[in-house]
């Protein structure tokens, strides 16, 4: 594809030859006929040595990107260029219309005749699939459940009864979505099953990762609102909200209940207890365990630093003695305070 055509998709400016471009690589791995960019500043010293025919940088790098037989497209935020190039010269594949002989359909499901469901596909009855989607084999779709328009669900994914997507949404493959919830109740010397009567509400262009599990409401709806993306191994538990265009990354956990707000970003085994408010726009640091709610937007971590085991050890147990520590510094702050008290009480 040429630069041209780029820009002319994607805006930006074009400095230098309108060459071809085949893919996209890193400014380590880059040849002619690729095209890489630069959005950390930590890796400017690349562009002297990078081979690539084309870079994606800032207006303001120009000047430093410029080399003989290199061409540039300048663009305000050059990764989020990059991965709209990404997408054009990767377009998302298109649904070949048609259910496979050896899928399975239930009674009154709907399947629009845009859509492609592929062999050892499961749908159960009054089922409604939109138009365009891909289901790959193995999915399992269980009854009443509602898709949109198209979404793309990759093998082995799990859809339990009742749940309802919206449109251009994505599963990986082992995504369950719509298991019972941990919810028991101690009955005298065992646990008693409490039924999990809500569902699954995904909203639009949400996009869920391998193995990620989100369990159903138990007795109002777990609801993931549009544009959220989840990474690997996430497990959301019932009736968990996540407000729009939130993200969060692999291994990470929501207890029960807890609503998270819009524009969030949760890291990587990051856990969150049950029943708490997690405000819109907050940064959750990867390994962070979140206690009670959070009202105020803001960056938080909660992690220890590194050290070697011996070190470890030694902090401890010094935290074991901490609450003694505090006590002390309290006693001997209120015996200075006592003594600074009495020398300016004398005479």
């Given at each position: 594809m040429k630069l041209s055509h780029i820009v002319a998709a994607l805006g930006g400016e074009l400095r230098g030859e309108?060459?071809?471009?085949?893919?996209?690589?890193?400014?380590e791995e880059a040849g002619a006929g690729q095209i890489t960019f630069l959005a950390n500043p930590k890796y400017r010293s690349q562009l002297d040595s990078t081979a690539a025919g084309a870079v994606i940088v800032k207006p303001a790098l120009e000047d430093a990107a410029s080399k003989v037989g290199r061409s540039l497209i300048l663009?305000?935020?050059?990764?989020?260029?990059?991965?709209?190039?990404?997408?054009?010269?990767?377009?998302?594949p298109a649904a070949v219309p048609g259910i496979h002989p050896r899928a399975v359909v239930g009674?009154?499901?709907?399947?629009a005749a845009s859509t492609e469901v592929r062999e050892m596909v499961s749908?159960?009855?009054?089922?409604?699939?939109?138009?365009?989607?891909i289901i790959h084999p193995g999915v399992v779709i269980g009854d009443n459940v509602s898709i949109g328009d198209d979404a793309l669900i990759y093998p082995n994914v799990s859809l339990y009864h009742g749940c309802r997507l919206g449109n251009r949404v994505i599963l990986h493959a082992g995504a369950v979505i719509g298991a019972d919830g941990f919810g028991l109740a101690w009955n005298t010397d065992r646990w008693f099953k409490i039924p999990q009567t809500g569902v699954v509400v995904i909203g639009d262009d949400v996009e869920v990762g391998a193995n990620t599990?989100?369990?159903?409401g138990a007795l109002k709806d777990t609801i993931i609102g549009e544009g959220v993306k989840l990474d690997n191994q996430i497990q959301l538990?019932?009736?968990?909200?996540?407000?729009?265009?939130?993200?969060?990354?692999?291994?990470?956990?929501?207890?029960?209940?807890?609503?998270?707000?819009?524009?969030?970003?949760?890291?990587?085994?990051?856990r969150i207890i049950g029943h708490l408010d997690i405000a819109d726009g907050t940064h959750v640091g990867a390994g962070t365990l979140i206690s009670k709610s959070i009202r105020q937007a803001d960056a938080y971590t909660a992690v220890y630093p590194m050290a070697t085991h011996k070190e470890w050890l030694a902090n401890a147990a010094h935290l074991r003695h901490l609450g003694e520590l505090v006590t002390r510094v309290k006693q001997l702050e209120k015996a200075l305070q006592q003594a600074q008290d009495n020398k300016d009480s004398q005479p």
């Open positions: 309108d060459r071809d471009i085949d893919r996209l690589a890193s400014m663009a305000a935020d050059p990764y989020l260029y990059f991965a709209r190039v990404a997408t054009l010269l990767n377009p998302p009674e009154g499901s709907v399947v749908i159960g009855r009054h089922v409604t699939i939109g138009e365009r989607c599990t989100i369990d159903r538990a019932h009736n968990v909200q996540v407000g729009a265009h939130t993200a969060m990354a692999g291994c990470a956990a929501v207890a029960g209940s807890t609503k998270i707000g819009a524009r969030c970003t949760i890291g990587g085994a990051a």
